[in-house]
């Protein structure tokens, strides 16, 4: 229910913009996130932006890092900015009804998307 695109291949410094479309709902009333992962690592935090509007995102991607959400059909965009290496993995889309206090965790949502490849060289 949830597409992702956007992710590639792009050289340090350079920037990705990854889309996350619902494909069957709007998800206008769920809180939805992004979280990336990396083979052998759990998957991580990147950013959230909550049902009542308020986002936040991982400390290490402040300032580089912004979420939005807009047209078409509730599609929510991460734009990544200023990338590095260590940005690289595969970046999933995620959405439910998530207690604030979950909300930088996996096990709070409970839609995801296949996931997109951000491969970012040095």
């Known amino acids: 229910q949830l597409v992702e695109s956007g992710g590639g291949l792009v050289e340090a410094g350079g920037s990705l913009r990854l889309s996350c479309a619902p494909s069957q709902r709007p998800f206008n009333r769920e809180d939805m996130a992004w979280f990336r992962q990396t083979p052998g690592k759990e998957r991580e935090f990147v950013a959230a932006r909550r049902r009542d509007g308020h986002l936040y995102y991982r400390d290490s991607l402040k300032g580089r890092f912004t979420l939005s959400r807009g047209s078409p059909k509730n599609t929510m965009f991460l734009q990544m900015d200023a990338l590095t290496p260590v940005a690289s993995g595969t970046y999933y889309c995620?959405?439910?009804?998530?207690?604030?206090?979950?909300?930088?965790?996996?096990?709070?949502?409970?839609?995801w998307g296949q996931g997109t490849q951000v491969t970012v060289s040095s």
């Open positions: 995620a959405a439910g009804t998530v207690i604030l206090r979950r909300t930088r965790a996996p096990s709070g949502y409970y839609y």
